[in-house]
Nanobody, 121 residues
Framework: HVQLVESGGGSVQAGGSLRLSCTHS????????MGWFRQAPGKEREGVAA???????NYADSVKGRFTISEDNARNTLALQMNSLKPEDTAMYYC????????????????WGQGTQVTVS
């Protein structure tokens, strides 16, 4: 049973930084793919960043150059470093995991965390 637990959200002023973490447990295979999604009130969920089992990452255009996704396999932790935050980055951020690469457009993933709120003012 795979579990994902996000942390690190909070409130920050525009231009500031936050680092989100997602600790995962229960994977029996080292081959897994992970990603971050977000959903603002009244809007559809959108993909932010994803990383596959080879460490290859891809990003939504809206966050390229500002956000960095990384994974520490030794600590079973996925991170999202968010710099130069903008008010439009305000959303609930969710960690997702799957055995196959996660498509940021389709948003399909087998496992999801409960989310962590990011507010940029």
């Amino acid at each position: 049973h795979v579990q994902l637990v996000e942390s690190g959200g909070g409130s920050v002023q525009a231009g500031g930084s936050l680092r989100l973490s997602c600790t995962h447990s229960g994977y029996t295979s080292s081959r897994h793919c992970m990603g971050w999604f977000r959903q603002a009130p009244g809007k559809e969920r959108e993909g932010v960043a994803a990383i596959d089992s080879t460490g290859s990452a891809n990003y939504a255009d809206s966050v390229k150059g500002r956000f960095t996704i990384s994974e520490d396999n030794a600590r079973n932790t996925l991170a999202l470093q968010m710099n130069s935050l903008k008010p439009e980055d305000t959303a609930m951020y969710y960690c997702a995991a799957d055995s196959d690469p996660i498509n940021l457009v389709s948003g399909r993933a087998t496992y999801w965390g409960q989310g962590t709120q990011v507010t940029v003012s």
